[in-house]
């Protein structure tokens, strides 16, 4: 098992990554002090709890553990306030005080949700993320929580770290084919925002990664959890740096939006925007080699690089002005400038976005 620490003054959490590694949640739990004496609310989704729910409550209820569970509908059709009102509704019929702890079962929307009714209840409680897709290497650091509005993802949240975080990889073994392209989208963000040499180590580990061998999915999830927890120990509120982990979400949320959040995964979503920022790069004077190698890249983890010809431009335009990054009636986009390094880059003109999304709907 390996661990890692995002260290954040009195606020800061273990990341444990291990196989098999929920057999030790009692020991995990007992660490951090969470409370046996008042009740601990699972949230899962209907795929998961079918999955893992019972060996984690078997493993929590041994420990002394009260559990509860609510389960929701998978997908990112969870992250509403509709959901977000019945899982609260779901905590107070089952009796959870302050001293309760939220336990998130599941990836990126499950952990979403679950972090924000831990941030909202009571003015807030304790949360644990128990991790199960690769995509939750990223959304389940740095303690960003929330729910999406029909024009904008993410749009209402808060900030709310939890006590610690499970990232078990016998988990992700029963993962289809294109969870795991998805989630290995936001794995390679990691590493062209910050580190070149774990870029050409995933480049050299691409059939390893696709076929799941176990020593090099711990490899990749470590790595790009040690990038993001780095990131997020020197900007915990993205005042600055943090914002650098944003490549390709500006593009790629609004995909997702205008989508309906039914038909392009999260790392999907990600891997259209992070070519159109390497495309809207050049043009802000990067090589065009960054684009070529982003797109490549890309490709061969099988992931989509082009825009689905029947989403509207216009549509996408008006989502992306209502991203967290619009600012002042300006764009902000995170550029590369080279692989394994970005910028931030403010006053970016809003035609020049269009011209990249236009071109986006050619690629090949």
């Known amino acids: 098992m390996k661990q890692i620490t995002v260290e ?9 990554i291990g196989e098999g590694i929920l057999d ?5 739990f007992a660490e951090r002090s969470i409370n046996k004496h008042s009740p601990i609310l699972i949230i899962t989704d209907e795929n998961l709890a079918a999955q893992h729910l019972d060996n984690v409550t078997h493993n929590l209820k041994h420990a002394g553990y009260n559990v509860i569970v609510k389960i929701v509908p998978p997908g990112e059709r969870s992250k509403s306030l509709a959901v977000l009102e019945d899982v609260i509704g779901a905590a107070l019929h089952g009796g959870l005080d302050r001293q309760s702890t939220i336990v998130a079962l599941g990836g990126g929307v499950v952990g979403d949700l679950a972090g924000f009714v831990a ?12 991790a199960t897709t690769i995509q939750a290497h990223d959304s389940s650091v740095g303690g960003k929580v929330g729910v999406n509005h029909p024009f904008a993802k993410n749009i209402i949240g808060a900030f709310h770290q939890p006590e610690l975080v499970i990232f078990d990889i016998a988990t992700l073994r029963t993962l289809p084919d294109r969870e795991i392209r998805s989630g290995l989208s936001e794995v390679l963000k990691e590493g062209l925002i910050w580190d070149a040499e774990f870029v050409a180590w995933c480049d050299q580990n691409t059939d390893n990664l696709l076929e799941m061998n176990s020593d090099a999915l711990q490899h990749a999830i470590y790595e790009g959890i040690r990038i993001k927890a780095n990131v997020v120990s020197l900007d915990e509120r993205e005042n600055d740096l943090r914002a650098i982990l944003n490549l390709g979400h500006t593009i790629g949320h609004a995909l997702e939006a205008v989508s309906g959040y039914n038909e392009l995964l999260h790392g999907e979503a990600i891997s259209i925007g992070m070519v159109g920022a390497a495309k809207l790069a050049i043009r802000l004077g990067s090589p065009e080699s960054i684009y070529i190698e982003t797109k490549r890249l890309l490709s061969n983890l099988g992931l989509p690089t082009r825009l689905p010809e029947h989403l509207d431009i216009e549509e996408i335009m008006s989502a992306m002005m209502h991203d ?6 300006q764009m902000v986009f995170v550029i590369p400038i080279a692989i394994g390094s970005v910028e931030v880059r403010k006053g970016v003109p809003a035609e020049l ?7 986006l709907k050619r690629e090949v």
């Open 8 to 16: 954040l003054g009195e606020r800061s959490y273990p990341i444990y």
């Open 24 to 28: 030790r949640i009692g020991e995990f």
């Open 119 to 130: 941030a909202s209840y009571m003015r807030g409680v304790r949360f644990v993320q128990i």
């Open 324 to 329: 967290k990054k619009f600012k002042e009636g």
């Open 353 to 359: 976005v269009r011209e990249v999304v236009i071109e």
